[in-house]
């Protein structure tokens, strides 16, 4: 069947396209142009002059004649397409331009590359053709010294010869007149006797030929010498001795060489045998086989021969006791010396500083007070800057280390504590590394709960304290209040005859600043505060956090020494390398002294605030220290948290089943935060109620966390920190709840929240009124029902009711019905008369009293 039976021509009426019809036709300017589809493409092709469909008289030249268009074409669309087709036509001609500038540079490289492969192939082939002429040469100096020698040898053999053969004529001449007078002398008894030619008896020519014998098998000796020492002296195998029959194996070079090495340590006296070195083996609780050999500088191998001469069928790569370990040692002639897992820890150097290499260090002061006393406010003025505008709600929730110098010069050191009651272990932080606490009270408020704390720790600590009294520009500012109020917990400041200083001082207005940084340098100056920047940095960690794109960071303050980029460190669990260094104005330094704050880089997990930084000579023993502490913790944690006797499975047992948990995850932005956080949610709760944290960390939230959250049905807590996209997704897919925080007060309220939901509700009971039964009936379809009076209170219907038999509760339940006269009532007032009848409960008599009362479930809370 042809391509257009059944079908009609695709013009303006439909169908498909017969092969080569024409389909469409416009005209550029002048020329026209036909668009012809066939079976397999479609192609413009310019129409002849005077073809058929030329445009019509009033159309536009560019656009071709609307008759022959196809329907619904319009002339803006006609040109949007001729605009298309031409910036088509011309990216395809900048894209071959490209494409041709892409091969050509190509093909640049390549000839580039191919010029750089034959220089070198040349100069390689160079070089193996002069190594090659340069043995031949060598090779050919080889034989000529060869030949040379076998000729000298060859010319004092035949020396030898030509002496060994003259030799025995002299006495055969001479025994010549002997043979003749020994027959006369005898009487002619060996006349007889045959004699040849030369009157020697018949058997000379035998021992003639003997020595000849004797004289060719020397010959042969003196040529196999001459042949090994040329062999021996010849070097390299060539082909041509290879071929040849002469000479037999060679020595090689590294015999020769080895020759040499011996006959010169020979000739210094250096042959004898090494006496044996006895070493001083360090022996822990358990050691390897292959660990042993090496700190013995013995082989392995001869380690386990002596272990399995001991019945121990071991590997190189067992661990063996200490005892056993101890018994090899000494078998081998060494001294154990007996270490335990600690020992790791002496790695660390306590140096003791002389005298000379100690200088003046600045003091470090902890700003210590209540909440909302003005502390990072005072402390922003003497900064002259603001860091209460980047605190959520104003609170300060981090310690901040910053170091400023005062009007007269000198630097000073000061750590921002936060006042809430949650931070109570970062104000003991604070208070332990600090030089002289700085309590700040505020005028108005006067001595408040954690101001005591703050006491509490500077007593702890030992260290000196200055009283700062603020808000002293506040109309109800009363100093004196705050002076009085101070006696109670032993302060006696200066103004009530006492030792501690205090100075009026205002955040606000900038009045007495002066004053409190003058008291801090004279206190710094009696403390005589010194250190020495010579030895290796010792410091202390004050808040640690993960940081994204820069991994785990540590705010350290160095207390001795100087820490310097490229130390190797251990703090606590974790062991790093300083890869930067970077201070409270947010430089980078090479090195930071001795009461430097510092924010370090390079660390290989997140420290624990607190956590005490000690720089070590190499990596290896950093690694040591930090999994021996690990080890130590993990054992800690384990004892603590197991139950070592079936009484105390039982108990635990039985206290898990009778206190409800809410199982929380918590994650924020430092260490001090998490941990703070983790301590007041563990304080939440009571003997039917507790808060279980599964997991806490610093960083943002991810997946794993996610994972774990949904495993326990727990939300999660992001405290300053946000989950990635990930872990969004991941939490509304499986219905993980996520809650964010920025202040701690809104964090606690809400645990304790959801944790008072876990609190069964408490049940009130009211009583509202008693009822006297006066008589019992029986009624068909109801059963016994009671006749009453209400003598107190009010009868309800919905009410509980209990049965009393002489002041004895005999029945509690509920009424099935309570009629007055014959109607259904809700309730019955006092002194009124109703019939009642119990819900299954039948056993009423005449006198029992009908106690009423209601039920009120109340909602606990926890304080």
Request: charged residues 30%; contains cysteine.
């Amino acid at each position: 069947m042809s391509d257009t039976d059944g079908k009609k021509p695709l013009g303006l009426g439909g169908g498909a396209p017969r092969s080569g019809q024409v389909k469409q036709s416009f005209s550029h300017g002048r020329t026209k142009s036909v668009v012809v589809e066939t079976k397999r493409k479609r192609v413009v092709v310019p129409a002849k002059p005077g073809a058929a469909g030329a445009a019509a008289p009033g159309a536009n030249p560019h656009l071709g004649d609307p008759s022959k268009r196809p329907a619904g074409i319009s002339d803006a669309e006609m040109e949007r397409r001729l605009a298309a087709l031409k910036a088509a036509k011309a990216r395809e001609a900048e894209d071959a331009a490209k494409r041709a500038e892409d091969e050509k540079a190509r093909g640049e490289d390549r000839q580039r590359r191919r010029e750089e492969m034959e220089a070198k192939e040349r100069e390689e082939r160079e070089r193996l053709e002069a190594l090659r002429i340069k043995a031949e040469e060598e090779e050919a100096a080889r034989k000529a010294e060869a030949e040379a020698r076998v000729a000298a040898a060859a010319a004092r053999k035949a020396d030898v010869l030509g002496t060994s053969r003259r030799q025995p004529e002299r006495p055969a001449a001479a025994e010549k007149p002997a043979e003749k007078a020994a027959p006369a002398a005898a009487g002619g008894a060996d006349a007889t006797a045959p004699r040849g030619p030369n009157l020697r008896p018949a058997a000379a020519p035998a021992s003639r030929k003997s020595e000849r014998e004797r004289d060719e098998r020397a010959t042969d000796r003196d040529r196999a010498k001459t042949k090994g020492d040329e062999g021996r002296r010849s070097g390299k195998l060539t082909l041509s001795d290879a071929t040849s029959d002469e000479g037999g194996r060679q020595r090689s070079l590294a015999a020769m060489k080895r020759k040499q090495e011996k006959a010169r340590q020979k000739a210094l006296g250096l042959g004898q045998k090494s006496e044996k070195q006895v070493r001083d083996v360090q022996v822990p609780e358990t050691i390897v086989v292959s660990e042993l050999a090496n700190r013995m500088a013995e082989r392995a191998a001869d380690v386990v021969k002596s272990l399995m001469k001991m019945g121990m069928m071991v590997t190189m790569n067992q661990a063996i006791d200490a005892d056993t370990a101890e018994l090899v040692i000494e078998e081998f002639g060494h001294k154990a010396v007996r270490v335990s897992d600690a020992d790791v820890e002496q790695a660390i150097e306590t140096v003791k500083d002389r005298d000379e290499d100690l200088i003046t260090r600045p003091p470090i002061v902890t700003i210590m007070g209540h909440v909302d006393h003005g502390k990072t406010s005072l402390l922003d003025a003497i900064r002259k800057a603001n860091v209460v505008s980047g605190e959520a709600g104003g609170i300060t929730q981090h310690i901040g280390a910053y170091q400023v110098k005062t009007p007269n010069g000198q630097l000073v050191t000061f750590l921002d504590t936060p006042g809430h009651a949650a931070f109570t272990s970062m104000r003991s932080r604070g208070a332990q590394v600090t030089d002289i606490v700085v309590l700040v009270v505020a005028a108005d408020d006067a001595v408040m709960p954690q101001t005591v704390e703050a006491i509490a720790h500077a007593k702890a600590a030992k260290v000196p304290l200055i009283v700062a009294i603020n808000k002293m520009d506040k109309p109800g500012a009363d100093a004196t209040k705050v002076r009085t109020d101070l006696l109670q917990h032993e302060i006696v400041v200066e103004a009530m005859s006492g030792e501690v200083q205090d100075v009026e001082v205002s955040a606000k207005t900038g009045k007495g600043l002066d004053n409190l940084l003058e008291a801090i340098a004279l206190q710094a100056e009696i403390l005589e505060l010194r250190s020495n920047p010579k030895r290796a940095a010792q410091g202390a960690v004050i808040e640690a956090k993960l940081d994204v794109g820069r991994g785990p960071v540590a705010t350290v303050l160095v207390q001795s020494g100087t820490l310097r980029k490229g130390d190797i460190f251990v703090v606590g669990e974790q062991w790093g390398k300083v890869r930067a260094l970077i201070n409270d104005k947010g430089e980078t330094v090479l090195e930071a002294g001795p009461s430097v704050p510092v924010e370090v880089l390079g660390l290989n997990g997140t420290p624990q605030a607190g956590d005490v930084l000690n720089v070590v000579e190499t990596e290896a023993q950093a690694r040591e220290i930090a999994a021996y502490r690990e080890k130590v913790i993990k054992d800690k944690r384990a004892a603590a948290g197991a139950a070592t006797t079936l009484e105390q499975l039982m108990a635990k047992a039985k206290a898990d089943k009778s206190v409800a948990e809410l199982p929380v995850l918590v994650k924020a932005d430092v260490q001090g935060s998490a941990e703070a956080i983790v301590q007041a949610l563990e304080k939440v709760g009571n003997e039917e109620v507790r808060v279980r944290i599964l997991h806490s960390g610093v960083g943002a939230i991810t997946d794993t966390d996610v994972g774990l959250a949904e495993a326990s049905n727990a939300p999660i807590i992001g405290f300053n920190v946000r989950a990635n996209a990930s872990a969004r997704n991941s939490a509304h897919q499986k219905g993980v709840e996520i809650r964010y925080y920025s202040i701690i007060y809104d964090l606690v309220d809400d645990i304790k929240k959801a944790a008072s939901g876990l609190l069964k509700a408490e049940v009130r009971e009211t009583f509202i009124g008693y009822a006297q039964i006066k008589e019992v009936f029986k009624v068909t379809g109801v059963g016994m029902v009671a006749g009453c009076i209400v003598t107190e209170g009010v009868a309800r219907r919905s009410a509980g009711v209990r049965l009393l038999r002489d002041n004895v509760v005999i029945h509690e339940g509920t009424l099935k019905t309570l009629k007055r006269y014959k109607d259904e009532v809700k309730e019955v007032q006092s002194g009124q008369e109703c019939g009642m009848a119990f819900e299954r409960y039948e056993d009423i008599r005449q006198g029992d009293v009908i106690e009423i009362f209601e039920r009120e479930e109340v909602q606990r809370t926890l304080a």
